[in-house]
């Protein structure tokens, strides 16, 4: 088993910045990829960003070249900066982990609120 517990959520203007973290424990030599989801109000979940055990990452299109997504693995924690933030960034973030042998197992945080006004 796996627990992920997301912070850094919040409120921020067009144009700033925010860092989510995600603090892992339990099994996490299991884990495969570590990834960032996001859901706004009437829209299905989205993949934002995943970074894999080599440290290979991929982003969404939506976010490429403002988006970060890193790991401290000192700290088994998972990181994901945001720069230049847009009011369509606002969502609930997820931090996910995936898991694939013996079975593909997929672990979920809580999620934590991001408004971006304008």
């Known amino acids: 088993q796996v627990q992920l517990v997301e912070s850094g959520g919040g409120l921020v203007q067009a144009g700033g910045s925010r860092r989510l973290s995600c603090a892992a424990s339990?099994?996490?030599?299991?884990?495969?990829?570590w990834g960032w989801y996001r859901q706004a109000p009437g829209k299905q979940r989205e993949l934002v960003a995943f970074?894999?055990?080599?440290?290979?990452?991929n982003y969404a299109d939506s976010v490429k070249g403002r988006f970060t997504i890193s790991r401290d693995n000192a700290n088994d924690t998972v990181y994901l900066q945001m720069n230049s933030l847009k009011p369509e960034d606002t969502a609930v973030y997820y931090c996910?982990?995936?898991?694939?042998?013996?079975?593909?197992?997929?672990?979920w945080g809580q999620g934590t609120q991001v408004t971006v006004s304008s």
């Open positions: 970074i894999t055990r080599g440290g290979s990452t």
């Open positions: 996910n982990a995936v898991s694939v042998w013996p079975t593909k197992v997929e672990y």
């Open positions: 339990g099994s996490i030599f299991s884990i495969n990829n």
